[in-house]
């Protein structure tokens, strides 16, 4: 039997030969009838140790209970859209601006979308072969050993743990836009009770959820790229038809340290950390793989729309704002340098309020708020089935395997909300300390994790070369 056969989701796994059995993709039998068992569990090919005498209140709490396949196309195409989507697109970006001017940045997030969706690729090539509750590290396991799998589990657990407090203190200090006079505490309290609410029911409702707030997200950063094009060509109240002249005052490419050719190297290096930090790749897309319906039609369509949202929303939109906006604006200068990270640290307002429309940035506002709780949500649901996934492994406390009988991992939820609990670190230290530590951390993590994925998706074509060379010999 062919390799190319056993992609199909028709096929039988009990026809391999003995020449099969012993290469790649047999190391551990992948269940190929997917629709057959969407509505049950999403993973029962591994083993869990049951737990039916339990009886009372913990009968609905088993190890032996599984997450199921719930989520619809509908759902996962718009987290694939607008999952990802947070307070770095509409404020951080301000930031990679000034520092490196308009061209730096427009180039900057031009190089490192085209790294993202090559990347992006790699993992809807693994996560489309083997689409579980974390495929890419599945993957890392069947390709290097188990070490290299733990390891890049934890690193995957960690990056999406420490992006939760961010949004949620992004969260905060957007509501300080308008008013400052109350304790954080209260909105920490709110969205992380929201979080839970979303992720310890049903998966369901975080599908749902996502999928009403990616529609606001998409809204809003096609609203602003229709605003960009109106604006630039003279429909603002002073009818002034700007065009390019933000774009090309005072330089297109800034020096960030130093002056000269060095500076404006550095300047475009500054610009591309902060492109790392805002463009996210397709990891939070495959972490639903495991709980998606037909996932293997599912994941297929669902990662063919991240291009668009790479080209439209995060290439857009860093010509956007170079175009709305000078570099040494002094509103955006004096945001960054008094550390402020609310809405008019958002280049997107800052124009709408040197053109004196009124009302308008609060709408902005509303809808930044909602992408950052929406991405909080999203690096929420895959911090907790990354939990899971790790216990089923066995590098994890197996405690983490138990689940409701609607398939959520409840203890792995709890052990997550410990990391959203790091946002109250907002109410000893200045909100911007607290999100440059976090950034940095992030950023480390996710640049690692890249290197994992691109190694296994190297050693995953070295595999599946050697086997189809095998299956010529066969036939």
């Given at each position: 039997?062919?390799?190319?056969?056993?992609?199909?989701?028709?096929?039988?796994?009990?026809?391999?030969?003995?020449?099969?059995?012993?290469?790649?993709?047999?190391?551990?039998?992948?269940?190929?009838?997917?629709?057959?068992?969407?509505?049950?569990?999403?993973?029962?090919?591994?083993?869990?140790?049951?737990?039916?005498?339990?009886?009372?209140?913990?009968?609905?709490?088993?190890?032996?209970?599984?997450?199921?396949?719930?989520?619809?196309?509908?759902?996962?195409?718009?987290?694939?859209?607008?999952?990802?989507?947070?307070?770095?697109?509409?404020?951080?970006?301000?930031?990679?601006?000034?520092?490196?001017?308009?061209?730096?940045?427009?180039?900057?997030?031009?190089?490192?979308?085209?790294?993202?969706?090559?990347?992006?690729?790699?993992?809807?090539?693994?996560?489309?072969?083997?689409?579980?509750?974390?495929?890419?590290?599945?993957?890392?396991?069947?390709?290097?050993?188990?070490?290299?799998?733990?390891?890049?589990?934890?690193?995957?657990?960690?990056?999406?743990?420490?992006?939760?407090?961010?949004?949620?203190?992004?969260?905060?200090?957007?509501?300080?836009?308008?008013?400052?006079?109350?304790?954080?505490?209260?909105?920490?309290?709110?969205?992380?009770?929201?979080?839970?609410?979303f992720n310890i029911y049903t998966v369901k409702w975080y599908g749902e959820s996502e999928f009403y707030l990616s529609?606001?997200?998409?809204?809003?950063?096609?609203?602003?790229?229709?605003?960009?094009?109106?604006?630039?060509?003279?429909?603002?109240?002073?009818?002034?038809?700007?065009?390019?002249?933000?774009?090309?005052?005072?330089?297109?490419?800034?020096?960030?340290?130093?002056?000269?050719?060095?500076?404006q190297f550095e300047g475009f290096f500054a610009a591309v950390s902060k492109a790392c930090f805002v463009c996210v790749?397709?990891?939070?897309?495959?972490?639903?793989?495991?709980?998606?319906?037909?996932?293997?039609?599912?994941?297929?369509?669902?990662?063919?729309?991240?291009?668009?949202?790479?080209?439209?929303?995060?290439?857009?939109?860093?010509?956007?704002?170079?175009?709305?906006?000078?570099?040494?604006?002094?509103?955006?200068?004096?945001?960054?340098?008094?550390?402020?990270?609310?809405a008019s640290a958002s280049p997107y307002v800052i124009a709408i309020q040197n053109m004196g429309i009124k009302g308008?940035?609060?709408?902005?506002?509303?809808?930044?708020?909602?992408?950052?709780?929406?991405?909080?949500?999203?690096?929420?649901?895959?911090?907790?089935?990354?939990?899971?996934?790790?216990?089923?492994?066995?590098?994890?406390?197996?405690?983490?395997?138990?689940?409701?009988?609607?398939?959520?991992?409840?203890?792995?939820?709890?052990?997550?909300?410990?990391?959203?609990?790091?946002?109250?670190?907002?109410?000893?230290?200045?909100?911007?300390?607290?999100?440059?530590?976090?950034?940095?951390?992030?950023?480390?993590?996710?640049?690692?994790?890249?290197?994992?994925?691109?190694?296994?998706?190297?050693?995953?074509?070295?595999?599946?070369?050697?086997?189809?060379?095998?299956?010529?010999?066969?036939?």
């Amino acid at each position: 039997m062919m390799f190319g056969n056993t992609l199909k989701k028709d096929s039988s796994f009990e026809e391999k030969t003995e020449n099969e059995k012993s290469s790649f993709a047999s190391d551990t039998d992948i269940p190929v009838h997917y629709e057959d068992a969407s509505e049950n569990d999403s993973d029962s090919y591994y083993p869990t140790d049951s737990s039916s005498d339990r009886s009372g209140f913990f009968a609905n709490f088993k190890t032996d209970y599984k997450t199921k396949r719930t989520l619809e196309q509908r759902h996962i195409q718009l987290i694939a859209i607008g999952g990802s989507i947070g307070t770095g697109l509409f404020v951080t970006i301000g930031t990679g601006l000034a520092h490196a001017g308009p061209g730096s940045l427009f180039v900057a997030f031009f190089f490192w979308t085209t790294v993202i969706l090559l990347l992006t690729s790699a993992v809807a090539e693994m996560v489309c072969y083997l689409p579980t509750s974390s495929p890419f590290i599945d993957m890392a396991g069947r390709a290097v050993d188990e070490a290299f799998e733990c390891a890049a589990g934890w690193n995957f657990f960690l990056m999406e743990a420490f992006y939760i407090p961010f949004e949620i203190t992004a969260c905060n200090t957007m509501i300080h836009f308008w008013r400052d006079d109350y304790s954080p505490a209260i909105t920490f309290v709110v969205q992380i009770a929201l979080y839970i609410a979303f992720n310890i029911y049903t998966v369901k409702w975080y599908g749902e959820s996502e999928f009403y707030l990616s529609i606001t997200k998409l809204i809003l950063c096609i609203a602003l790229l229709f605003f960009t094009f109106i604006t630039m060509v003279g429909g603002n109240p002073q009818h002034d038809a700007f065009g390019f002249r933000n774009f090309n005052h005072p330089d297109p490419f800034l020096p960030y340290l130093d002056s000269g050719a060095l500076g404006q190297f550095e300047g475009f290096f500054a610009a591309v950390s902060k492109a790392c930090f805002v463009c996210v790749s397709g990891e939070y897309l495959s972490m639903v793989a495991g709980e998606a319906k037909n996932p293997r039609n599912t994941m297929k369509n669902s990662f063919k729309t991240v291009i668009y949202r790479l080209a439209l929303f995060y290439i857009g939109g860093a010509l956007s704002v170079g175009i709305l906006v000078a570099s040494n604006d002094p509103q955006l200068l004096a945001s960054i340098s008094s550390g402020k990270s609310d809405a008019s640290a958002s280049p997107y307002v800052i124009a709408i309020q040197n053109m004196g429309i009124k009302g308008l940035p609060s709408v902005v506002n509303v809808v930044i708020i909602l992408s950052a709780f929406s991405a909080g949500n999203s690096y929420y649901y895959c911090a907790s089935r990354q939990l899971y996934s790790l216990a089923k492994k066995g590098f994890a406390p197996k405690c983490f395997l138990i689940c409701s009988k609607e398939g959520i991992p409840v203890l792995a939820v709890g052990f997550t909300t410990i990391f959203a609990l790091l946002s109250l670190l907002q109410l000893g230290k200045s909100s911007t300390v607290v999100l440059n530590w976090i950034v940095s951390l992030f950023v480390s993590l996710q640049v690692s994790s890249f290197g994992v994925w691109s190694s296994q998706w190297v050693i995953f074509h070295l595999k599946v070369v050697s086997m189809l060379t095998i299956s010529f010999f066969i036939i």
